[in-house]
């Protein structure tokens, strides 16, 4: 059993403890557990039972409880739990901001099992009447819920992207053809709705008949047809669809399937084609004949492509191999799982040429924020590994939390010993748009920021972003030599993608950061690339294509 899938039973245990009125103690000393069980890169697995023990935080039942789901997959102290919980009770855990108390109180005084009634009583004024909630809270579920109903049957783009990827492989096993992913996939969305696979092949009946006898797929008949293959997967709500073509077609009809239909209704594409029979080796064979620039899949999206493509073309987009280092990752002072060894030695491994480490500041006490005496410690043992490690930096940085009010949580003095700093905002997230606008730009206008971090605080398919402005804030950051990054984690992406390139024509650097709280969160990055690659974003404009000793210099002008 897996580190991950034992955290998750641990944690739903310790709600449901808490749902079904266990003592204040028991349950603060499961999250207290939880806490600490994250930091750690040991696999549980292959502990014995004193060892977890020993492990911090985690006292003798609940390690009891670990080594007995590790050993033999069994929890049924949980079971139990869940038996005599209502599945919608359960399924409220996942609605943001409403926790295990309130969904006591609500399962208690109001009777409500599942959340159709739980938007009932919203609508009926029912919640607002409860003791402790009040009408904000009640207008904060009724949003929660629709957020959560809106994106039922959807999926980040890097989940999506791991299922494509393994189902591409199992069908060119079984059958040697030409597959590539379409639609969605093609353009590299967010958020994914529906897998669009197509294949090139004479034997379609064949194809067919092995998607027929996949086991983790369900064919949907009534959609289905003799050229296309429709239905869902079992174990997730994500639609699939395998279209087939004539292999001589392929490179066509991948390129067709790939472009939203206003990039083909735009500079008079499909007309332009109409009477075409070539047979084409390339996509990029079809710009030429179209007399066209090239436009990359990403952004096929009749968004900004052919504005973009006056200025640059696609050779200068950013690829993974053009970013030189790592901007934004935790390590053990804060949140993370890794020492700051461990992170900096695995970047270098990576191939890259520096790593910020940027740990969370004070008031991120949820996350072990660094007082300043943790402030002095870090920087001395920075010191001490940049003294060790040959052909690579690490810089002293700090995610530092823009207040309420919009200044960083450190004094000038504390925040003048760091080479960078990423200003982000992780509390206090319920505002208009005007007061989120304004609390960003006067941490924007704060001289010690470097990077302005995840700008409207979104969490893909868990909860919306706070409203804000993005041209005032993009102005913001040019007026004051501040940068803006895309957080590369995959439930963020965040700056969105339809900014990044505004940001660029009007200057402003782009950093493409992994917000990296383990060594294989590094490999976030990828996804970060994704989004800047469906922007149109080129080496020449992201902060962290910089070779170290040119960021060394772009942090001290900046200082």
Sequence with gaps: MENAAIIDAISLFASLLEIHGENDFKVKSYHNALFHLEKIDQNLSEMTLPAIQQLQGVGKAIAEKIHQMAQNNAFPQ????????????????????????????????LHIENTDQLQQACQNNQIAQLKGFGEKTQENIKKALLFKIENAEKLHFAKALTITQTLIQAIQKQIDIPIAPIKQMARQYEVI?????????????????????YPQIEKNNTQSGLYAWRGKWKNNPIHLEILTCKPDNFVYEQWLWSAHPQHLQQKNILQSLKNKTQKWQSDQEIYQTLELPYIIAPMREGHHEWQWAEKYNHQQIITLADIKGILHAHSTYSDGKNSLQQMAEACKQKGYQYLGITDHSKTAFYANGLPPYKVEQQHKEIDQINTQLKDFVLFKGIE?????????DYDPEILHTFDFIIASVHANLNMTQEKATQRLIKAIENPHTTLLGHPTGRLLLNREGY???HQKVIDACYQNQVAIEINANPWRLDIDWRWVYKAMEKGVLISINPDAHSIAGIDDTQYGIYVAQKAGLIKEATLNALEATEIKKFFDRKK
Excluded at 195 to 209: G, S
């Design 467 to 469: 409203p804000i402005d």
């Design 78 to 109: 949980l079971d139990a739990l869940v038996e005599k919980t209502p599945q919608g009770i359960i399924d409220m855990l996942e609605i943001k901001g409403l926790g295990a108390k309130k969904i006591r109180t609500i399962w208690q005084e």
């Design 193 to 213: 709705d529906s897998i669009a696979i197509l294949c090139a092949t004479e034997k379609t009946e064949l194809l067919f008949q092995y998607l027929d006898q």
């Design 400 to 408: 530092s939390d823009i207040l309420a009010d919009g200044s960083l």
